[in-house]
């Protein structure tokens, strides 16, 4: 409030800024012994979904996005960036490539149940991704 009515007078708006300086680093202080005592709970608990439920094989007609993001160090251009998939995976999708992330994107969709392989060709390499599909989820062990 100080700072908005004595915004003309230096002395008083440097005053009530520094107070509030003190006043957010006393609260920051009060919290630091709950953070540190609840921050290796929470980070367990924010990981472990991601163990269940981040992966998952793809279910039979589901689509879904095949990214891949070249590093600066294979300065090799988009366009040369290709993919090729088994019989058991259509792609629906022309290449989307975005320059300024270095990504190329495909949306390919599953056809036949079982493991497929997805060739990836980029700068003269050639990698190989399995994609899953299934009907059942997998256990969790």
Known sequence: MGMR????NRAILMSAFMKVLLYNAKYIKHLIRPLLFSILPMVFMLIHPNFWFGYR???MGEAAVLSIKLSDQKTGSLSNV???VDYG???ETPP???SESREVNWRVRV???GAHTVKIKASGDTFQ???IASEKQFKQV
Request: charged letters at 40%; a positive charge; aromatic letters at 4%.
């Open 5 to 8: 009515i004595f915004n003309d």
């Open 57 to 59: 094989p793809l279910k």
């Open 82 to 84: 290709e993919i090729e």
């Open 89 to 91: 995976i259509v792609i």
């Open 96 to 98: 989307l490539r975005i």
């Open 111 to 113: 056809k036949e149940l």
């Open 129 to 131: 991704k399995r994609i």
